[in-house]
Structure formats: structure tokens, C-alpha cells
């Protein structure tokens, strides 16, 4: 029976010091529809694997200067053979070897003579049960990315926000940096939403997120939905200066959208309203206060007309901040 049209694709490493073998195993090999390259000893092996990801290594276990066992040992060292099964092909069959292979990370051995019978279904299950695994795995990754992302937007949701801003609030509290929080709010969207309904109002949200993602650009920033019509901005490693920059930046790239908003008290297109804080997080601070203070800021800004961005300065508790 030959391989399937997958399977077809699929290319097999023989590592062998007997030429008569890595015949003999090609050929067979071939009729069952896989693609081959060979290798005549382990360091051989070693390079033409880096070059080629072979999707299954076919190893001989007694060779001269490496053998196999060491030359698996070896390949598990490469990012590229994590999806890549090692099948030890061995005339030793002593429960030592047998133990030695799987040891150093061999997923199965076939015995010398080979049973041909036997060889065909073991690579064949190795190659189905790697890629099987490679698949779950990028889906398991692409789930956990979906659970952090706020569904309408596509940007970080509330829960990512919480997770990231803490883990950057500790990092930022070890390494002694400032930390940058912007807290920006679309203004007047109930009116929006009741002039031109939710559709539309879903679509504006969505404009709005894209341009901060294209505004926020440094890997280690972070734009988040923090609910309802209001975004989030972490950013690590920026002083006050700086996020000055990149609310005056928000503010203006929302102008710029000229998404029309003919309700709204401030402009006939719809505007953005943005607070921000620093401050570099000390032992005895607060990771709340600096949403609080964020939010204030926010609050401000509204207060002042909207359409504008404000920095919280730091109050005293004992003091009435709001």
C-alpha cells in the first residue's frame, strides 16, 4: 500500500555507515511514496538534518566515531527536531540498548533484520502522530491567543490588560523604570450609538482600535480594550515625556479619522478624551492607585471640554483627588 498524498511530502533521513543498507531501506522507502536523503555517519546526519528538517530520522544505532545513540542525543538539541520522531534501526535488541534508545530520545526502534511489514507502519504512525501533535499544539497556542483578545476589536482584552500591566508593574518595580499608563475614552458614544445604532457604533470601535495598534508600535507596548467604548495603553519603559507623545498622538490620529459625529458636543467628527500617569513602582505602591490615578486623568479631561488629554499629577491620599 503506498502512502497517502501527505505522506508523499513527507522526507526521510537514513543514517547508515553500510551503503548496502541505506539502499535497500531507500528503495523501499521510495515505493512507499516518500521523499529520502541520506547520511553515511552521525555528524554527517547532524549537518544535513540543520539543512534539511527532515519530517522522520531513520538512525542506525552501531556506527563508527558517533553512533546513533549519541547522534540522537545530539539532534534533540535543535528547536527543528521537536516534530521530528528519531527511529533507532538496531541489530541489538538486549533490554540495555532498547532502554539506551528511548533514553536519549528515540520515539521507537525496528530490529535488523528488518521486517519490512513492521518498518512501513512505524513510520508511518511516527510521521501521522508528529504532525498530529505540531497541529494540536498550534491550536492549543491559537486558543490561547483567542481568550485574550476582546472579539469586536481584535486588540488585548480586559484580561490581558490585567495580566500584563501586573507583569509589567513587577518588572518595572524590579529594574527601577518608569511605567506609562494611558486610559482614552470615545467621546460621546452613547449619543453615537443612538444616532447611527450599534452596527455602526461597532464599526467606529473598531477604527479606533486599529489606529492605535498602528500607532503603538514597540513589541513590548500593549493596547487593550478596557471596556465598553474606553482603551487601555501600557507602556513600559516610558517617562512621562513620552507618553505625552503618544497621547497627543492618540488624540490627534482619532481627529484625523474624521469618522463623522454630528451629535457630538465638541466636534462634527468623533473624538477621543485621554488620561495618563507614570510613575516607576516602589515597594509600598499601589498597582491600583495607578489605574485610579489614569482614570482621574480621564475624568479631567472630560471635565475640561474633552477632545484632549490629561497627565494626573499625583495627589496626596489624605487629599480629595477626584
Same mark, same amino acid.
Given at each position: 500500500?503506498?502512502?497517502?498524498?501527505?505522506?508523499?511530502?513527507?522526507?526521510?533521513?537514513?543514517?547508515?555507515?553500510?551503503?548496502?543498507?541505506?539502499?535497500?531501506?531507500?528503495?523501499?522507502?521510495?515505493?512507499?511514496?516518500?521523499?529520502?536523503?541520506?547520511?553515511?555517519?552521525?555528524?554527517?546526519?547532524?549537518?544535513?538534518?540543520?539543512?534539511?528538517?527532515?519530517?522522520?530520522?531513520?538512525?542506525?544505532?552501531?556506527?563508527?566515531?558517533?553512533?546513533?545513540?549519541?547522534?540522537?542525543?545530539?539532534?534533540?538539541?535543535?528547536?527543528? &527536531?521537536?516534530? *521530528?520522531?528519531?527511529?533507532?534501526? *538496531?541489530?541489538?535488541?538486549?533490554?540495555?540498548?532498547?532502554?539506551?534508545?528511548?533514553?536519549?530520545?528515540?520515539?521507537?526502534?525496528?530490529?535488523?533484520?528488518?521486517?519490512?511489514?513492521?518498518?512501513?507502519?512505524?513510520?508511518?504512525?511516527?510521521?501521522?502522530?508528529?504532525? /498530529?501533535?505540531?497541529? /494540536?499544539?498550534?491550536?492549543?497556542?491559537?486558543?490561547?491567543?483567542?481568550?485574550?483578545?476582546?472579539?469586536?476589536?481584535?486588540?488585548?482584552?480586559?484580561?490581558?490588560?490585567?495580566?500584563?500591566?501586573?507583569?509589567?508593574?513587577?518588572?518595572?518595580?524590579?529594574?527601577?523604570?518608569?511605567?506609562?499608563?494611558?486610559?482614552?475614552?470615545?467621546?460621546?458614544?452613547?449619543?453615537?450609538?443612538?444616532?447611527?445604532?450599534?452596527?455602526?457604533?461597532?464599526?467606529?470601535?473598531?477604527?479606533?482600535?486599529?489606529?492605535?495598534?498602528?500607532?503603538?508600535?514597540?513589541?513590548?507596548? /500593549?493596547?487593550?480594550?478596557?471596556?465598553?467604548?474606553?482603551?487601555?495603553?501600557?507602556?513600559?519603559? *516610558?517617562?512621562?515625556?513620552?507618553?505625552?507623545?503618544?497621547?497627543?498622538?492618540?488624540?490627534?490620529?482619532?481627529? *484625523?479619522?474624521?469618522?463623522?459625529?454630528?451629535?457630538?458636543?465638541?466636534?462634527?467628527?468623533?473624538?477621543?478624551?485621554?488620561?495618563?500617569?507614570?510613575?516607576?513602582?516602589?515597594?509600598? &505602591?499601589?498597582?491600583?492607585?495607578?489605574?485610579?490615578?489614569?482614570?482621574?486623568?480621564?475624568?479631567?479631561?472630560?471635565?475640561?471640554?474633552?477632545?484632549?488629554?490629561?497627565?494626573?499629577?499625583?495627589?496626596?491620599?489624605?487629599?480629595?483627588?477626584?
Amino acid at each position: 500500500m503506498k502512502a497517502d498524498a501527505q505522506e508523499s511530502q513527507s522526507l526521510v533521513l537514513i543514517v547508515d555507515d553500510e551503503p548496502f543498507m541505506r539502499l535497500i531501506l531507500r528503495h523501499f522507502l521510495e515505493r512507499e511514496g516518500y521523499q529520502i536523503a541520506e547520511a553515511q555517519n552521525g555528524i554527517e546526519a547532524i549537518k544535513v538534518f540543520k539543512q534539511l528538517h527532515p519530517h522522520i530520522v531513520l538512525l542506525d544505532a552501531i556506527m563508527p566515531d558517533m553512533d546513533g545513540f549519541e547522534c540522537c542525543s545530539q539532534l534533540q538539541n535543535f528547536d527543528c &527536531s521537536k516534530y *521530528t520522531p528519531i527511529l533507532i534501526v *538496531t541489530g541489538l535488541e538486549d533490554q540495555v540498548s532498547v532502554d539506551r534508545a528511548f533514553a536519549v530520545g528515540a520515539m521507537d526502534y525496528v530490529t535488523k533484520p528488518i521486517h519490512w511489514a513492521v518498518l512501513r507502519q512505524r513510520v508511518k504512525r511516527l510521521i501521522e502522530q508528529s504532525q /498530529l501533535q505540531k497541529k /494540536l499544539e498550534a491550536a492549543n497556542v491559537e486558543l490561547q491567543r483567542l481568550a485574550t483578545i476582546d472579539g469586536l476589536t481584535q486588540v488585548a482584552n480586559r484580561r490581558r490588560f490585567e495580566e500584563y500591566f501586573n507583569q509589567e508593574w513587577q518588572r518595572m518595580k524590579r529594574d527601577k523604570r518608569p511605567l506609562s499608563l494611558i486610559l482614552c475614552d470615545v467621546d460621546f458614544f452613547k449619543l453615537y450609538n443612538d444616532t447611527y445604532g450599534h452596527r455602526v457604533g461597532d464599526r467606529c470601535l473598531q477604527k479606533i482600535a486599529k489606529t492605535l495598534k498602528y500607532i503603538i508600535k514597540r513589541p513590548g507596548d /500593549l493596547v487593550a480594550r478596557y471596556g465598553g467604548e474606553e482603551f487601555a495603553v501600557i507602556l513600559p519603559n *516610558t517617562n512621562a515625556e513620552g507618553a505625552t507623545h503618544v497621547a497627543e498622538k492618540i488624540c490627534h490620529a482619532a481627529r *484625523t479619522l474624521a469618522i463623522p459625529h454630528k451629535n457630538s458636543q465638541v466636534s462634527p467628527h468623533v473624538t477621543l478624551s485621554a488620561g495618563f500617569t507614570t510613575e516607576i513602582p516602589q515597594p509600598d &505602591s499601589d498597582i491600583e492607585e495607578m489605574i485610579s490615578a489614569a482614570d482621574r486623568a480621564l475624568y479631567q479631561a472630560k471635565a475640561a471640554g474633552r477632545d484632549r488629554f490629561v497627565q494626573n499629577i499625583q495627589l496626596p491620599k489624605s487629599k480629595n483627588s477626584s
